[in-house]
């Protein structure tokens, strides 16, 4: 079970437990938006708030079934030492994201102000559901400073790349951003939607794009190649 003396690495491993569990839990309901999607030919979202059976977490599973491959977004979260809810994104492997209270806080304070924490918490998540990473610069010797896309604003923290867990630590809503920062939401956001698609329809409109522009070798090639990979 997750636990606020735990550190954040220690909660990812303690949350990825749940994942096989986590599998069997959506089965039906993706099997059911499935069917409902093709019968009426549109995109289907459903969360679903779990807590797991063996190891007592408490998730919010967030399913879309679109037109092709169903996705998954999943989210653990905890109470600090002072109550207050903290939250983990995660996948059963790879990049992870600790999201602060004051994320949370601050985003309930712009969008849902009359809410309680969970329910601020369910809500940035709705809407929230995957981030894109860009480095700033360097914290430390493996930790960068980051900006971090969002559907509704951009986060602000730390990415550790030893241990692939990005800290997020505060929340800025579009209105709030400058410009430097609207940059970077805009290459943020041409991420986030790249990634929405299946890796092949990424490789199709990344090749037909560099065809059209002819990209120089430098790192806006290197970064539509990464896009494709």
Partial sequence: MIVHTMTAPEMVTEARKDYEALRRKVEDPLRRMRRESIRNKQEIWQMIPWRSPKNKNNWLILLHQGKDVPRIY?????????????????????????????????????????????????????????????????????????????????????????????????????????????????????????????????????AMFKRMTKVPEGPALDWLNSLAA
């Fill in 74 to 206: 999943s989210m653990v979260w905890y109470h600090d030492g002072e109550g207050r809810i903290n939250a983990v994104w995660t996948t059963h492997r790879g990049l992870a994201f600790h999201i602060d209270r004051h994320v949370i806080e601050r985003y309930g304070e712009r969008f849902n102000p009359t809410a309680n924490p969970l329910e601020r918490l369910q809500s940035f998540f709705l809407e929230n559901y995957f981030y894109t990473v860009e480095p700033v610069e360097p914290e430390g010797e493996v930790t960068w400073k980051v900006n971090i896309g969002l559907n509704q604003g951009m986060g602000l923290g730390a990415w550790d790349q030893a241990t692939d867990i990005v800290y997020m630590r505060t929340f800025i809503n579009h209105g709030q951003l400058f410009q430097q920062q609207e940059d970077a939401m805009e290459r943020m956001d041409l991420e986030r939607i790249m990634y929405s698609l299946t890796p092949g329809q990424r490789r199709m409109i990344i």
